[in-house]
Nanobody
């Protein structure tokens, strides 16, 4: 069974960079046709897909975040990471990593991690 676990700081100051890591177990992030996503949910709002990195290392990002977001991976550690630059309080949210085969992209989810942007 594939399991995902987010890790990173829970508090980030405005204008700084938010960095989160997702560690995957029970499967390889390089498995053919698997996609690994970042999703967030601000308080009182719905889920927002932020971007993904594929089994081959290609990345896709949400257009509204394109200028601030970077997704990368470390295949030796079976991890993928999110970096969001120039954060504001509006980036406060529960951040989730998720993954799955191309037919069910968000089959597996991490438990989520709260990130608050505040000075």
């Amino acid at each position: 069974q594939v399991q995902l676990q987010e890790s990173g700081p829970g508090l980030v100051k405005p204008s700084q960079t938010l960095s989160l890591t997702c560690t995957v177990s029970g499967g390889s992030i390089t498995t053919d046709l698997y996609y690994w996503s970042w999703i967030r949910q601000p308080p009182g709002k719905g889920l927002e897909w932020m971007g993904a990195i594929t089994y081959s290392g290609s990345t896709y990002v949400s257009p509204p975040l394109k200028s601030r977001i970077s997704i990368s991976r470390d295949t030796s550690k079976n991890q993928f990471t999110l970096q969001l630059n120039s954060v504001t309080p509006e980036d406060t949210a529960v951040y989730y990593c998720a993954g799955g085969h191309a037919t069910v992209l968000l089959r597996y989810w991490g438990q989520g991690t709260q990130v608050t942007v505040s000075s």
